[in-house]
């Protein structure tokens, strides 16, 4: 594989092309990893009492709904954010997966899943104290990211 980087002055943005005879897995994985840089540098501001937050979105440990309103949690505290969970499930990297209908997680904090096999099963973080539930629908889909994370 050849990498060929051409620097153009009068850009408006960065443009990525990668030419392939086939799309292969290899090919998918860099285009997974533009997009997830692309995404993790985009800017989210939290809120709490009268005060906006700027920070980065790594830092969050997951999100949950609480009535209407949407908030981020991280290890020791919460914010409320102004989109709705399938708005934040389309525009969050891809270290974040949905668990449930009313949460989703950052994969790279998981410290442990407590597995229940009539019930949901618990999630525990790094470093906090926080729990949530993964519902068995999506299971096995957290169970694959934990996986490819390592």
């Not at 620097?7 to 799309?23: A, F, G, R």
């Not at 525990?124 to 999506?138: A, G, L, T």
Request: charged share 30%.
């Amino acid at each position: 594989m050849k990498i060929l980087i051409e620097i153009v002055d009068d850009l408006d943005e960065e443009v990525v092309v990668i030419k392939c005879k086939e799309i292969t897995k290899d090919i998918q994985m860099i285009q997974k990893h533009i997009l997830n840089q692309n995404s993790s540098k985009k800017q989210m501001v939290f809120y709490k009492n009268n005060e906006e937050y700027y920070f980065p979105i790594e830092h969050i440990i997951f999100f949950e709904t609480d009535g209407d309103e949407v908030f981020a949690h991280t290890v020791d505290d919460a914010y409320k954010v102004k989109y709705r969970l399938y708005e934040l499930e389309k525009d969050l990297p891809d270290t974040f997966l949905r668990i449930s209908k009313s949460t989703i997680i950052n994969v790279q904090q998981v410290y442990s899943i407590q597995k229940n096999i009539a019930a949901s099963s618990r999630v525990q973080f790094r470093h906090s104290h926080k729990e949530v539930y993964v519902s068995r629908m999506y299971y096995k889909a957290l169970r694959f990211k934990l996986q490819e994370r390592s």
